[in-house]
C-alpha cells in the first residue's frame, strides 16, 4: 500500500495551493481519505476527511479548505485558499479502511511540506 502526497511548496500568505494523494489502496472504494497536519512543535491535526460517496468532514476551516476526491484516479486532494502562515506545516493524507470496521487510519503518507510565508 502506498499513498503517495504532493503539490505543497511555498506560498505568500492569501495564495492557493492544491495537494495531491495517489493511493494504491484497493479497492479505493473502501477507504475513507483523510488529510492531516503537523506543525513544528505541535501535534498532529486533522485537517479534512472524505468517503467513497463524497461525504465530507472537517477539521479545520471548511471555508478556506475544500477535499475531494476522483475515484477513477485513486486520488483524494485538498484545495486550501487564502493561505495564512499558521496554515505552515507537514501535510499527509491517510486511509482508512471502512471494510474493516477500524476508526483508525492504518495508511499513511509521506508527508508533502507546506510553507506559507512572505
Known amino acids: 500500500v502506498q499513498l503517495q502526497a504532493s503539490g505543497g511548496g511555498l506560498v505568500q500568505p492569501g495564495g492557493s495551493l492544491t495537494l495531491s494523494c495517489a493511493a494504491s489502496?484497493?479497492?479505493?472504494?473502501?477507504?475513507?481519505m483523510g488529510w492531516f497536519r503537523q506543525a513544528v512543535g505541535e501535534e498532529r491535526e486533522f485537517v479534512a476527511a472524505?468517503?467513497?460517496?463524497?461525504?465530507r468532514s472537517y477539521g479545520v476551516d471548511s471555508v478556506r479548505f475544500a477535499i475531494s476526491r476522483d475515484n477513477a484516479k485513486n486520488t483524494v486532494y485538498l484545495q486550501m485558499n487564502s493561505l495564512k502562515p499558521e496554515d505552515t506545516a507537514v501535510y499527509y493524507c491517510?486511509?482508512?479502511?471502512?471494510?474493516?470496521?477500524?476508526?483508525?487510519?492504518?495508511?499513511w503518507g509521506q508527508g508533502t511540506q507546506v510553507t506559507v510565508s512572505s
Open positions: 489502496v484497493k479497492p479505493f472504494s473502501s477507504y475513507v
Open positions: 472524505i468517503g467513497w460517496s463524497g461525504d
Open positions: 491517510a486511509a482508512r479502511d471502512t471494510s474493516s470496521g477500524s476508526s483508525r487510519y492504518g495508511y
